[in-house]
């Protein structure tokens, strides 16, 4: 369903096509919103993006759920060990995400990865255990935790090894064989930072640091959650003010970035 969204004071509110406007959205736990600042507002899909004014950016949908626009990531290390039974064999690694999940399942925002265990654990016929799972703090949002899992060796990468539902579970077991993971490796994540500006374009999300004013953030390619660390750009010219960029411009295929005296464009897919 169309609606618009403004913020009104320390509250946001929908407004459907025919000027209805709603009651208070419901914030996620211990996110407020600023009234001192501009609130600033991107789509992306279906969800609008509100940074700026929120102490976390949001994403809000077309039911008026608002959540954390990247969950807050885990932060306890996990502890892998084998288990008596299974039929499991080699030396794995694993870590954790949080995940918000659409309805059907879909992903609609995961969370940076947690860190990682220091050693990786050798079994042999054993159950691969994972304990000292973290819980997230953003529980009124999350709809699970997400582990990935080396093959054996361990190889570099990771894949999908379970999705847990709820956010009450510390520990997972079992003795799936490399096989039976997702095919494709996990992908690249990271937490978004305090956004002062955001724009769409080219199937990103592009925005601003408040404490990195000259560099350019964006996330990968058709999310608006995975604001991976190395997707950065700083322009041109560092360190000549204390504003950095000022706007962002999407117009068809450039992206014109502005300082106070210049204006830059972005230009590809790369």
Request: proline residues 7%.
């Amino acid at each position: 369903m169309a609606f618009n969204l403004v913020q009104a004071g320390s509250n946001l509110y929908a407004v459907n096509p025919e000027g209805g406007i709603s009651s208070a959205l419901t914030l996620p736990t211990n996110i407020t919103l600023s009234e001192t600042r501009i609130p600033r507002f991107a789509r992306f899909k279906r969800y609008v993006i509100v940074v700026n004014t929120p102490s976390r950016p949001l994403s809000v949908d077309d039911t008026g759920t608002v959540r954390p626009l990247t969950p807050l990531p885990p932060t306890s290390v996990p502890v892998l060990a084998g288990e008596t039974g299974g039929s499991l064999s080699g030396s794995f690694l694993a870590k954790q995400t949080f995940v918000f999940l659409s309805a059907t399942g879909n992903v609609i925002a995961e969370s940076d990865f947690g860190p990682l265990p220091l050693l990786a654990t050798a079994i042999t016929a054993q159950y691969l255990r994972m304990t000292n799972l973290a819980l997230s703090p953003d529980a009124s949002a999350i709809s699970g935790t997400r582990i990935y899992r080396t093959t054996k060796g361990p190889g570099a990468s990771y894949f999908e090894w379970t999705t847990i539902p709820g956010n009450t579970q510390t520990r997972y077991r079992d003795d799936k064989s490399a096989a039976s993971l997702q095919l494709i490796a996990a992908p690249s994540l990271g937490s978004a930072p305090d956004l002062t500006l955001v724009k769409e374009w080219q199937g990103r999300l592009w925005g601003v640091d408040r404490t990195n004013v000259d560099t350019l953030r964006y996330t990968e390619a058709g999310t608006a959650h995975a604001w991976y660390a190395l997707n950065a750009l700083s322009i041109p010219h560092v360190g000549d003010d204390r504003f950095g960029v000022t706007a962002l411009v999407p117009r068809r295929e450039v992206l014109g970035v502005g300082r106070q005296n210049r204006l830059v464009q972005i230009a590809g897919n790369t």
